[in-house]
């Protein structure tokens, strides 16, 4: 079975083709500036890398060029649109309303639409992908795939805030959580290398990269995680503030600044760069660090800090540990991070093993501390299209 996988962004489409029979990527890309006048698509199948400006008004010509790049017969992945059985959806938010993939159907368009006033900038349009993609391949079968999902089983003490009742039953403010495919593949992937059954493993996975989150894993299952009601919430991020004293708000408000002023600070100005002043990449920031700068220095600091508190809160609430996964662009890539982090969970029982940890990148997955480590941290690449496309195959299947 061939599935495709859609990740649709405000200006962006993301795109991978798999063969199922072997989970083998066919062909991914992306297309980016759509919209905008000067569009570029991405691709990548097998030797061949392909780049050129497309002419993408909207989402909708953006999808149908990739699709009709895909049948180009000298890429070889796909002879005639028929071929492709299912279609994955990335979408962000599902709300209360969606608890599991689920095939897309006019009662979950409804969902999503519901659910945009708590995504604004990702809902919209994550549903014009699937309408682009709906048009374009209207026999086949859409699969909804949330962020959210995996993290509906929050306990209630997880997900309500300490706030007036009526803010959650009128408004429906309460954590939700994000990052949420990302978490369960690699809760997945745990239990396999770690030889325990899926329901019997507790884990905290760590989701590290530009966006950042934490999550709690008991029994297979979410039962705390970082980010809140947005991704704004947790821990610190390339550009998000993660946790701060929601006071500051309102005071820099008296202090002048517009609300929306603000929103963008703490989601696009804050984080790494708001606090080095020099950039949101971890890799930039760990040279500006080797070379002096103190700016570097804190933000790499503060970044590690936050990390342990959240380990050791999590390494509270759980029964016990199996592991840490690291995970995400800084936690599958980043040696000296991983490293800090790990020197600062000596308490808890990790054992830092430095050539393990350098051997443990571009891919690889595997412990980073000794054996023996009443703590174990290990590093699981994630595979989020994977995930999406499992689940597509299955939904498909019918199961
Ligand atoms: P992601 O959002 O998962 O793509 O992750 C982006 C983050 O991963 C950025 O902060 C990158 O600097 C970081 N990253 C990616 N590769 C490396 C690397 N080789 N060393 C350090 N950080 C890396």
């Known amino acids: 079975m061939k599935v ?7 200006s962006s489409i993301k795109y991978q083709l798999f063969s199922m029979t072997n989970e083998v990527v066919l062909a991914k890309g992306v297309v980016e500036r759509v919209g905008t006048g000067d569009a570029i698509l991405k691709m990548r199948a097998g030797a061949t890398s392909l780049k050129f400006k497309i002419k993408a008004p909207d ?6 060029i990739i699709l009709e790049t895909l049948l180009d017969p000298k890429l070889g992945v796909l002879e005639n649109i028929g071929q492709i059985e299912g279609v994955g959806h990335r ?27 708590l995504a604004p900038l990702h809902n919209p349009p994550n549903l014009m992908g699937i309408e682009a993609a709906m048009a374009a391949m209207p026999k086949v079968p859409h699969v909804a795939v949330w962020d959210t999902a995996f993290l509906s089983t929050l306990p209630p003490e997880a997900y309500r805030y300490a706030v007036p009742a009526e803010w959650y039953t009128k408004y429906g403010v309460r954590r939700y959580g994000f990052h949420g495919t990302s978490h369960r593949y690699v809760t997945q992937q745990a239990a396999t290398l770690l030889g325990k059954p899926l329901e019997g493993i507790n884990l905290i996975t760590c989701h590290l990269g530009n966006g950042c989150s934490m ?10 995680h970082s980010m809140g009601m947005t ?15 929601p006071a500051v708000v309102l005071y820099m408000i008296s202090q002048g600044m517009k609300p929306e002023d603000v929103d963008k600070a703490l989601n696009k100005d804050s984080g790494l760069i708001g606090v080095s002043g020099l950039s949101n990449d971890m890799r930039d920031l760990l040279g500006h660090r080797d070379r002096g700068e103190k700016g570097a220095e804190l933000a790499i600091d503060l970044f590690v ?10 390494y509270a609430i759980l029964p016990s540990v199996d592991a840490v996964i690291l995970t995400g662009g800084i936690g599958e890539n ?25 051997d443990t990148v571009g891919g690889k997955k595997g412990p980073i501390t000794a ?16 995930m999406i496309a499992r689940d597509t195959q299955r939904i498909v299947a019918g199961g």
């Not at 962000?92 to 409804?110: F, M, P, Q």
């Open 334 to 358: 980043s040696l000296p991070v991983r490293q800090m982090l790990c020197e600062k969970l000596t308490r808890l029982g990790a054992i830092p093993d430095e050539k393990r940890n350098l």
């Open 91 to 117: 979408v962000v938010h599902g709300g209360e309303d969606a608890t599991k993939s689920a095939r897309i159907d006019d009662n979950l368009i409804a969902i999503i639409r519901k659910n945009s006033q």
């Open 371 to 386: 054996n023996g480590s009443d703590l174990p941290v290990w590093v699981i690449p994630t595979n989020e299209e994977l």
């Open 215 to 224: 999550t709690a894993i008991q029994g297979g299952k979410a039962v705390e």
């Open 305 to 314: 800090y936050r990390l342990q508190k959240y380990v050791g809160a999590y």
């Open 4 to 10: 495709f996988v859609v990740n649709c962004g405000s």
């Open 231 to 245: 991704p704004l919430e947790g821990l610190v991020m390339g550009t998000r503030c993660g946790d701060i004293d």
């Open 59 to 64: 989402h909708t010509a953006a999808l149908n």
